[in-house]
């Protein structure tokens, strides 16, 4: 396990990204839409870095198996998001192929929020041939299997500080 992120980098990185949001959405009480489960050390953090009044919301999107193999099937769980009328934030983990964030965007546009907009904290460089906007974005990462902050391997890993590369020896 190489570290690819420190407590500390990630720590500066989600205060400027709760900065932004909050001088972008003041008066109009957002609603950050976490993606579980990768989402929520990324959404606790930076929800109390935003100053301005917002609302929170979960789907559960996925398309990878146990391992790190992607099955390219996404499914989206939307469970009782309703954002019509609303401003929202996709809250991601990572971006990898963004086929998961394609998917899930289009089908929280048929609910005809006000504005719809995406904060993704880690970004491969796959992303950049997906036809997704990533407006709000965190760190540029190399096209490595990542854990730690909320990303798993196989439900593992979730609970590091950090974000860290895996290598053979870790299984
Ligand atoms: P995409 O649809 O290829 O963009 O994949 C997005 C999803 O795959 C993310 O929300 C993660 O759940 C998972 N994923 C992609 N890359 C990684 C990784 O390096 N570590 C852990 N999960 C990942
Ligand atoms: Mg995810």
Redesign the pocket.
Known sequence: MKILLTEQQIAEKVRHLGAQLSDDYGGKNPVLIG?LK?CVVFLADLMRVITVPHAIDFVR?S??GKGQV?SGA?RADLFDVDIRGRHAVVV??????????GYLTEALTKQEPLSLKVCALLV?PG?YRAPVTIDYKGFDIPDD???GYG???GERYRHLPYVAVVDEQDD
């Open positions: 993606c990768g999107t398309t990878y992607s996404v991601e983990d990572i971006v990898d192929t963004g086929l998961t964030l491969k992303a299997f990542v854990v990303l798993d391997w």
